[in-house]
């Protein structure tokens, strides 16, 4: 079978890779990477991602290391004039990780990996004035898969569903059924872990089963799960679990792990007992839980009037250790004060006017070093024009790109993996490297505005029967 990237991404990208990219820190992009169509005019042509931090031709994202970032594409795809009759989206302004010196542009971005075109109106053309802008590109994981999946509903957010998983006790092997799938967030993480490899026939031993009962959602989950290599993983079903429970083709599916998203969970926990809660002599009766296992549910629920329905129902069916949580997640933000200006307000009014020289002078230290750094870099990437070994896709000089000159030499798009290193800043004659300067401040979120849900964990366990009590007795005999 072929391996999921969501579980086995491997090292490098490749066409046909589901990347994720990310803009800013909090804005990410799912794109499927496709192979340049041709070439034209010398220049690679096909997909491209177009962001207002520039332009992302696909031929420069593939076959690069997960993590790398990526620069823009000096060359015009065509983009710029389109983006700019549109105006500046508010929400992309956040984060200024990857912020560009490309202005005032509308990002043209793919919102899901569907929309993404091939346009081979994406045609590298002519240099465009210093599009500096940069992206990283990241392999998918249940977390980032969470923060840019097409949203079709309410999600289970990463905090969440981390404890969740931890509490249901979902392991490698583990098989946990799942209601309602809704935009799949939960079914990611969770297939990420119980897998245990895939079969070489028959059922998997970690497996999620996973029910939805909108039509539309269930039908876009279901492409989904093909397109990551996840269908053989998470069996899915279209189905109101209310009424139908949890059984597939009448058979148990033997869960020990569940996790109920459902706006009534109470309504669904009848079908997960051991025994037919209306006549527990029923043999008829086929339960979706393993017998030889304890099981460990999760119901997940926004309003309190819920758990209470919930509780009382749970209490009803035999289930113990029945607590609830709700996860509060507070971010902290943390940063150096500003260098220099904290020398001035530790040290009060009367010193303030041999304060104000010092600082000064620190900050015109602290400029110029930070010119001779963004000139050492400039260099070192003029040098890396020249570089051939980065293997990746070729372009033009940077002599014909800037006019005139017959076409040529053929030089590669630079794809830059060197961080600012904090030793790029090297020690000034105070002896603290310039990065360690200033107050380190940490500051948390004042109003804590991040409920979503209250969980309610329970536990069945397994049925004691006679045989049980006779073998135990056998095992540990009485003595004396
Ligand atoms: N946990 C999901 C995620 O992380 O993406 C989100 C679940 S969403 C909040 C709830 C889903 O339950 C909806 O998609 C809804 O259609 C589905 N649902 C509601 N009642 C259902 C039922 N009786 N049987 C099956 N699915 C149901």
Not at 10 to 16: E, F, I, L, P, S
Not at 122 to 146: M, N, Q, R, Y
Not at 313 to 328: F, N, S
Not at 353 to 379: C, G, M, Q
Request: hydrophobic content about 30%; proline content about 7%.
């Amino acid at each position: 079978p072929k391996i999921s990237p969501f579980l086995e991404p491997g090292k490098t990208t490749k066409v046909g890779s589901l990347a994720i990219l990310q803009l800013s820190r909090d804005n990410l992009q799912p794109v499927y990477l496709k192979a340049p169509s041709g070439k034209h005019d010398g220049y690679a042509e096909g997909a491209v991602v177009n962001t207002r931090y520039g332009s992302f031709p696909h031929s420069t994202m593939i076959g690069v290391s997960w993590g790398s970032q990526i620069r823009a594409s000096k060359v015009d795809t065509g983009s710029r004039g389109r983006n700019n009759k549109r105006k500046r989206n508010k929400s992309d302004d956040d984060g200024k990780e990857g912020s560009a010196t490309v202005p005032e542009e509308k990002p043209e971005q793919e919102s899901t990996p569907a929309e993404v075109k091939d346009d081979s109106s994406a045609v590298a053309k002519k240099v465009v004035a210093d599009v500096s802008g940069f992206i990283h590109i990241l392999p998918p994981t249940p977390e980032v898969w969470t923060s840019s999946l097409p949203h079709r509903t309410q999600v289970v957010y990463t905090p969440d569903y981390s404890y969740v998983l931890h509490r249901i006790r979902a392991r490698p092997g583990s098989v946990l059924i799942e209601a309602g799938a809704g935009s799949g967030s939960f079914s990611h993480a969770s297939v990420r872990a119980v897998y245990n490899g895939y079969p070489s026939e028959g059922e998997p031993k970690g497996k999620v089963y996973s029910f939805e009962f909108h039509e539309q959602r269930f039908h876009k989950m279901n492409q989904e799960l093909k397109e990551h290599n996840l269908d053989s993983l998470v069996h899915l079903s279209h189905r109101d679990v209310y009424n139908g429970g949890f059984l597939i083709d009448g058979k148990s599916p033997e869960a020990e792990a569940i996790f109920l998203d459902l706006p009534a969970p109470w309504e669904a926990l009848h079908h997960l007992s051991r025994r037919n809660p209306k006549n527990p002599e029923d043999k008829d009766w086929v339960s979706p839980l393993n017998p030889k296992k304890s099981a460990h549910i999760c119901t997940f629920s926004p309003c309190i009037e819920q758990v209470t329905k919930t509780v009382s129902a749970m209490r009803r069916l035999g289930w113990v250790d029945i607590d609830m949580v709700e996860i509060v997640n507070r971010k902290y933000h943390t940063s150096r004060e500003r260098v220099g200006l904290n020398l001035s307000m530790d040290r009060g009014v009367n010193n303030s006017a041999r304060d104000v020289d010092e600082t000064l002078s620190r900050l015109t230290e602290i400029e110029t070093r930070f010119r001779e750094h963004a000139a050492k870099s400039k260099e070192s990437d003029d040098e890396m024009d020249g570089d051939e070994d980065d293997g990746l896709i070729r372009r033009r000089e940077k002599k014909e790109q800037k006019g005139g000159r017959k076409r040529g030499g053929e030089k590669k798009v630079k794809i830059h993996h060197k961080p600012d290193s904090p030793e790029s800043f090297e020690t000034p004659a105070s002896g603290v490297p310039l990065w360690m300067e200033g107050r380190l401040i940490t500051r948390g979120e004042p109003e804590i505005k991040t409920h979503t849900s209250y969980l309610v964990f329970a536990t069945l366990p397994i049925e004691w029967t006679e045989e049980d009590e006779a073998a135990a007795a056998a095992r540990h005999p009485v003595v004396g």
